[in-house]
């Protein structure tokens, strides 16, 4: 039996995605799959909170008049907080496996910016639905869950096939 401490941190998850999940390339897994999980947390955190920013601060609104669209958005404004925060560790994490950073990363920020803005703009739908039908909040978080599965965040999308892309 050998020592534990001299194995690699990251030898059981290349086991398990690169032997049983088939996710091979030249970026580590760890670097890979928290690319993808920043942007699909923010989404996730970013939508449900803000669903249901209405219904829980209903005392504000029924009391005391200010825009309503206010108490959604500042639960987008702290989720794009956490974003930048996860983006330090991302830094960290490429500093650490040796990953290189491109000029291609500069596209972060429009994809940030859209992101957002598509994010407002369906909180806010939501969050108005939510007043007449409650349920909406209940099935926001595993609708989220089942769409990251259903995407590419922590699959490469070469495992995808090619029929599936328009989906």
């Not at 049983?20 to 928290?34: K, L, N, S």
């Not at 909170?49 to 669209?69: D, G, I, Q, W």
């Not at 639960?75 to 990953?99: K, P, Q, T």
């Not at 939501?126 to 595993?142: C, E, K, T, W, Y």
Request: aromatic share 12%.
């Amino acid at each position: 039996m050998g020592d534990r401490s001299a194995r690699r941190p990251d030898a059981d998850l290349h086991v398990i995605f690169s032997v049983i999940a088939e996710c091979r390339g030249g970026t580590p897994y760890a670097v890979f799959a928290y690319a993808g999980l920043c942007h699909g947390r923010n989404f996730s955190t970013a939508l449900p909170t803000p669903t249901n920013a209405l219904v829980s601060h209903s005392h504000l609104v029924t009391k005391v008049y200010f825009p309503r669209e206010i108490l959604p958005l500042s639960y987008i404004f702290a989720a794009l907080v956490d974003l930048l925060v996860a983006s330090v560790v991302m830094v960290g994490l490429m500093i650490y496996y040796h990953v290189p950073l491109r000029p291609s990363a500069l596209w972060l920020v429009p994809i940030t910016a859209v992101l957002t803005a598509l994010l407002t703009g369906i909180a806010l739908v939501f969050s108005a639905l939510q007043v007449r039908f409650r349920d909406i909040g209940m099935a926001m978080p595993l609708l989220l869950q089942l769409w990251m599965f259903a995407s590419p965040v922590v699959y490469p999308l070469e495992q995808v096939p090619a029929r599936y892309y328009s989906l």
